[in-house]
């Protein structure tokens, strides 16, 4: 699979598990909605008080798994930030494209949005026998 494949796979999904720790270092997961540039930059968005956005405020590693309804999934490790600017605009809008009611969640004063860049990703097809496991170069 190459970079634009895995853009087209991860755009087919619509929800990730997200792993991060807390400052005690114990690890914390939660469901999120993603939406996946032609960067392969994922964002999501969470209000300010969750635990996912503190942890990723102290500690920006992150690791997501996606796609999982159809036997194949891509696990990923990265780096999680807060754009602003033009960049929170630009990414705001894909986001939107995907989950339209995200459009009303931006008017509440306590949303936050992060974007992903991953560093790591391996993908798995387990509908083949045996599984097809491979790590993607980014």
Same mark, same amino acid.
């Given at each position: 699979?190459? =970079?634009?494949?895995?853009?087209? $796979?991860?755009?087919?999904?619509? *929800? +990730? ?26 964002? $999501? ?28 999934? +891509?696990?990923?490790?990265?780096? +999680? ?15 939107? +494209?995907? $989950? ?7 008017? *509440?004063?306590?949303?936050?949005? $992060?974007?992903? =860049?991953?560093? *790591?990703? =391996? ?16």
């Amino acid at each position: 699979m190459n =970079r634009a494949e895995l853009v087209t $796979f991860l755009r087919a999904q619509k *929800w +990730a598990v997200e792993a991060s720790v807390n400052d005690a270092g114990a690890p914390q997961a939660a469901v999120i909605g993603v939406a996946v540039t032609d960067d392969l930059e994922i964002v $999501f968005d969470t209000v300010t008080d969750t635990r996912k956005a503190r942890n990723l405020r102290t500690n920006p590693q992150v690791a997501l798994v996606i796609g999982w309804d159809d036997g194949r999934t +891509a696990q990923i490790q990265g780096t +999680a930030d807060e754009p602003t600017g033009d960049d929170l605009a630009r990414l705001k809008k894909a986001y939107f +494209a995907k $989950f339209p009611d995200g459009i009303d969640r931006a008017e *509440w004063p306590d949303i936050a949005y $992060f974007r992903v =860049r991953p560093t *790591w990703v =391996r993908v798995s097809d387990f509908t083949s026998d045996p599984p097809a496991i491979e790590l993607i170069s980014l």
